[in-house]
């Protein structure tokens, strides 16, 4: 079993959104997983796309363990990962990757299949403020400025919390000045927490821990954080904690997670999940949800969120395992699928520059076309010689992928 780690944005949630986040995130940050927004777009555009011996590299770092991509903000690059037995998230300068500080905490997670001990959750930053997750529960919040410590909870000590298959992997969102995480313990599946000074705000739920980071849906006006915890959705209301909708999705085997994030379209939701349970897209109407449609044909998406780009989604469908996922083209309102490429690989999806952008597990990149009619390529080129699984980030030009000993830096303008 392998370990598990959204051309344009709906312009109604890219605007809630812009009208929410600091001003400091509106240009080129990326300072979530899949992005400003969570949905695996960036609004850049005039990137090179003309690659002949692949695009150059800026700089390469070592790293320690870990699947947790990076987050860009405020002219910082913040890399978390596990050196030794300590996990330390690093600011670096994005155009040279020297460092700039560290902070480190002791660790004593063990991954209990003998594989990776790192940190699964990418760093999330918001108000000043990074909040990094480790794979043993460890939350800390660290100032962006300075690398000081600002406070720390353990989530599975404070909760009593299962650590999951594979660690602590479900990342946090900071929503309605509230830091949101899937906690997982009984009467606190989903808990809010003050992201000034940690102090639990509400917990809501028994949902054990799942792998999908939060998505953000607009309903009614009104910004509400949708979870795919282990056991299935979870709209919340940020500020209250009220449950809005939940829905069981999952598979019957016990020996699976639920790992894509929610993929959003104005009151629309689809969740993708591997292991026989497959894709259902959701409405909201008139305060109930109605089921569009559901299978395990169409996009049945092992640990890589879909991307939407119009009225497609693009993304792989199938087990990691064996090499054998697919790359595809579905229509959004319906499931079918207007094409597929066999044994793609899995892949992180990228949405930019009018086009698509795949990083493949085995550290190639191939840019091809937002085109439902069929499969076009444009350029291809391995950029790094290890597993990727962690999620890529882009910002001003520059795309950051790391795989199991190195993060780089790719110049694309």
């Known amino acids: 079993m392998a370990k598990v780690p959204f051309v344009t944005p709906v312009f109604a949630l890219a605007l809630t959104l812009a009208l929410t986040l600091p001003p400091a995130l509106l240009a080129a940050d990326w300072p979530n997983i899949h992005g400003p927004n969570r949905d695996n777009h960036s609004a850049e555009t005039g990137l090179n796309w003309a690659w002949k011996d692949g695009p150059p590299v800026a700089w390469r770092l070592d790293v320690g363990a870990g699947f947790a991509g990076v987050a860009v903000s405020g002219g910082s690059v913040f890399l978390f990962h596990r050196v030794n ?15 700039k500080w560290k902070f480190a905490a002791r660790t004593r997670y063990v ?13 999330v930053v918001s108000g000043g403020r990074v909040f990094a997750l480790g794979a043993n529960g460890d939350l800390h919040a660290v100032e962006t400025a300075t690398g000081k410590k600002l406070w720390h909870r353990n989530l599975l000590a404070d909760y009593k919390a299962p650590k999951g298959y594979f660690g602590v992997g479900a990342g946090p969102i900071v929503i309605a000045d509230r830091l949101l995480v899937n906690v997982g313990a009984k009467g606190a599946g989903i808990v809010a927490f003050d992201p000034a000074t940690g102090k639990e705000l509400w917990k ?9 980071a939060p998505a953000v849906i607009d309903l009614g006006g009104k910004l509400h954080a949708a979870f795919l915890t282990r056991g299935g959705l979870v709209v919340v209301e940020p500020v209250s904690g009220a449950v809005k909708f939940s829905k069981p999705w999952r598979s019957r085997l016990d020996a699976s997670v639920n790992a894509a994030a929610p993929v959003v379209r104005k009151d629309e939701l689809l969740l993708t999940v591997s292991y026989g349970a497959g894709a259902v897209l959701l409405k909201a109407k008139a305060g109930e949800w109605d089921e569009v449609w559901t299978n395990d044909r169409s996009l049945s998406s092992h640990y890589n969120t879909p991307v939407l780009v119009g009225d497609h989604l693009n993304g792989v469908h199938g087990r990691q395992e064996g090499g054998g996922a697919q790359l595809r083209c579905v229509e959004w309102k319906t499931g079918e699928v207007k094409w597929t490429v066999e044994r793609f690989g899995v892949a992180s999806l990228l949405a930019v520059d009018g086009g698509l952008l795949a990083v493949r597990e085995g550290g190639e990149l191939v840019r091809f076309e937002a085109n439902p009619q069929a499969f076009k390529e444009t350029a291809r080129a391995k950029v790094l010689d290890g597993t990727v699984r962690a999620a890529p980030a882009l910002s001003d030009g520059r795309l950051f992928l790391r795989d199991e000993k190195r993060l780089v830096c790719v110049k694309l303008k």
């Open 85 to 99: 037995a300590e996990e330390v998230l690093t600011a670096l300068d994005p155009a040279t990757g020297k460092e």
């Open 204 to 212: 809501a739920t028994d949902d054990p821990p799942g792998y999908a």
């Open 111 to 123: 991954d209990d299949f003998g594989f990776d001990d790192g940190p699964r959750c990418v760093p």
